[in-house]
């Protein structure tokens, strides 16, 4: 069986597959057996990149990819993220033990800063007391071998976090057709990682939701290809279904780069449909912008959205500040 | 974990930001020097001086030679009124009270606030100066000359005072509206036809499609956008669009000056008068304002009546108390998100509906 290709870690040694396994939609699986499976036949069939968040459907996604990862925990580079949101670095420390337990192991491979999407992120970031300490002291006591931060709204957003100076080992970021051409993190953000020598880590080959491939404006073939032919360290893609992980290992399996004419075919087809965005809102709707990042920074929740529904069931959310919610 | 650990960091960050906020006015000095330019600009407010005594103030509209008052009624809001009775009321009110500028959309609930304010206008029709806004949203000419005749219809008028092109805000709206055959193109035979006197945009979302807009050096008389305290620290209309807007002379019509439904001043952030005077006393020939009753009307007649500009250092205090809860844009959604992008234009551009995709 053919394997999927590996890359190096930015500046450092460790070998990551070209193809990553979203932890999101792992916890959309049908069930918990389900997400064990596609897990075990990721980590077969040459996936060692796992990524996953404190907060994705509050905490299933890191408890069954913990519970897939159990015995298999050293064949894989596994990555999480906080969810401070501009809060404090006690809370992000709170969150990485809450992350450890969950995903049965005592270290992270790399631990990022997840959806940094608020113009001031950056700044509450950076900040004293900002979650910048908690990255670091991560670091020194081994809980974290690499540290990152990763969003999905703005490059000008990413490259503020850039300009903090904060020593970060790798950053994640919408990488597809569309997003070449709107509000570009391809032609802005991913030059000057590769520039730094920081790790890229590419998401939403399909856009986030797969419109473009149901629309018929892509394969997924032609999709995930144009992705991991960019300079990253791997793409990461959401699969919560067995089919859907046999349709992307097939395709990273017998992956060969694109040619620089094959990529600007693509780009050129996708052009007239991106320049409006309309296959990235996550770049200008909240829908895309997790609770945890609408409540720190008083936006108002998304009653429709899974994780609200969640957290409104969950007696340990009981008298925290909503704000205005929209039904 | 712990339910105390959240309340913690959420107290925690809200002091923090109270910090940051007084922390900020050490950039005092460089911010009263940049009002100070602003308000030395041709088209600054005329205040209540010049203004009759009682009446709201009246400011030169750009370089067209008309006049408008410095406060306008917003045309969504009209159509929010309980019943065309109030509405009608809220309109002689207001023209009452010396206000003039009337402002409306072919879309705003789906003709309701143009057929009101016609309504409202009969027989006072000369008393006002009438805007409304075509809603192409990247279609063509044609569509913008139909939807022109149906607003002149419901506005039970001839001509308006004012064409804008409606909520300017996907990134590709600029390359729609001046391809050829693009609405731009209606602009101007409109106004070669006598049907529109003078012509102009909108848009809510990005100072940055405004001057795209702009460097097209269309013949625009009038560029509306949102202006507020807030906005003056995020993603600004006040810095990028307003200064620009001026040095070519065309008149700059604000709106969202409480924030578009008000949630400035319900979140207990600023008063009305402090957001309403802020926002008249930029370099406007206007500031719009949805008034959905008697009540709100009321009370911005009052602030608009006895209105005196703020002094550029009130100025700057406001903008640096408002400055670290306008950091992430949470009273200005209508920048960020799809909250406040209508149906019809979403619809023109492919996305989801508001009820869809709600923000």
Request: proline content about 5%; hydrophobic content about 35%; glycine content about 10%.
């Amino acid at each position: 069986m053919p394997s999927i290709p590996v890359r190096n870690f930015g500046k450092h040694g460790d070998q990551i597959s070209a193809l990553g396994l979203g932890g999101h939609h792992l916890g959309n699986a049908e069930d918990e057996q389900t997400a064990v499976q596609i897990v075990h036949e990721a980590v077969d069939g040459g996936v060692t990149f796992f990524d996953n968040c404190w907060e994705y459907n509050r905490g299933k996604s890191e408890n069954w990819m913990g519970k897939g990862l159990k015995g298999r925990r050293d064949r894989v580079f596994l990555m999480t993220k906080v969810c401070t949101h501009g809060r404090d670095a006690s809370l992000a420390t709170l969150m990485l033990e809450e992350s450890l337990r969950r995903l049965q192991t005592d270290h992270l491979d790399l631990w990022q800063i997840h959806g940094v999407c608020f113009d001031n992120d950056p700044e509450l970031f950076i900040r004293p007391k900002g979650a910048a300490e908690a990255l670091e002291l991560a670091k020194q006591q081994g809980k974290v071998r690499y540290v990152g931060f990763s969003g999905h709204k703005d490059p000008a957003i990413h490259l503020k976090m850039l300009a903090t100076g904060f020593p970060f080992d790798a950053v994640q970021m919408p990488l597809n057709a569309f997003d070449a051409t709107f509000h570009s993190f391809e032609t802005q953000v991913l030059p000057e990682l590769n520039r730094r020598g920081i790790a890229a880590l590419g998401m939403k080959p399909f856009s986030g939701q797969g419109a473009p491939l149901q629309n018929g404006l892509l394969t997924p073939d032609e999709a995930l290809r144009y992705a991991m032919s960019l300079p990253v360290v791997t793409t990461i893609t959401g699969m919560d279904k067995i089919d859907v992980l046999h349709q992307n290992l097939q395709i990273a399996q017998n992956f060969r780069p694109m040619t620089p004419e094959e990529m600007e075919v693509l780009r050129q087809r996708c052009r007239p449909v991106a320049a409006d965005g309309r296959f990235e809102h996550y770049k200008g709707s909240l829908q895309f912008d997790n609770p945890e990042a609408r409540l720190a920074h008083g936006f108002p929740l998304d009653a429709q959205q899974m994780e609200v529904k969640e957290m409104l069931k969950e007696s340990e959310n009981t008298g925290r500040p909503y704000p205005e919610m929209k039904s | 974990m712990s339910q105390s650990g959240f309340q913690h960091s959420w107290k925690m960050n809200r002091r923090a930001f109270m910090k940051g906020a007084a922390l900020a006015t050490a950039g005092k000095l460089i911010q009263a020097e940049g009002v100070a330019q602003t308000s030395e600009q041709p088209v600054g407010p005329t205040g209540a001086s010049q203004a009759e005594v009682g009446r709201v103030p009246e400011r030169p509209l750009g370089k067209t030679g008309i006049n408008v008052s410095a406060l306008g009624v917003g045309g969504y809001h009209l159509g929010t009124a309980k019943s065309q009775q109030e509405t009608t009321e809220i309109v002689a009110r207001a023209l009452d009270a010396g206000v003039s500028f009337f402002d409306n959309a072919w879309e705003y609930h789906q003709g309701e606030s143009e057929t009101r304010l016609g309504n409202a206008l009969q027989g006072k029709r000369d008393q006002a100066i009438l805007m409304t806004k075509v809603c192409t949203h990247g279609r063509g000419k044609e569509v913008g000359l139909r939807m022109l005749e149906e607003s002149l219809r419901r506005l039970k008028t001839d001509h308006l005072d004012i064409w804008q092109i409606h909520e300017v805000v996907y990134d590709n709206d600029p390359d729609l509206i001046f391809a050829s055959g693009g609405v731009a193109e209606a602009l101007l035979l409109a106004q070669q036809q006598g049907k529109v006197r003078f012509i102009g945009f909108t848009g809510h979302k990005d100072p940055a499609i405004h001057l795209r807009m702009l460097a097209h050096d269309f013949p625009f008389d009038t560029v509306q956008m949102p202006l507020n305290c807030f906005d003056a620290t995020f993603r600004s209309f006040e810095a990028q669009v307003l200064p620009e807007v001026n040095r070519r002379g065309i008149a700059a019509l604000g709106m969202k000056s409480l924030g578009g439904s008000g949630e400035m001043v319900t979140s207990g952030m600023i008063t009305p008068e402090e957001g309403l005077r802020y926002a008249m006393s930029l370099p406007v020939a206007t500031t719009i304002s949805g008034m959905e009753s008697l009540a709100v009307l009321s009370q911005n007649l009052e602030i608009a009546r006895k209105f005196k500009p703020m002094e550029a250092d009130e100025m700057d205090a406001l903008r640096e108390r408002c400055r670290a809860f306008a950091a992430d844009g949470r009273y200005e959604r209508f920048k960020t998100t799809k909250f406040y992008d209508g149906d019809l234009g979403r619809q023109q551009h492919g996305y989801p509906t508001a009820k869809e995709l709600p923000f």
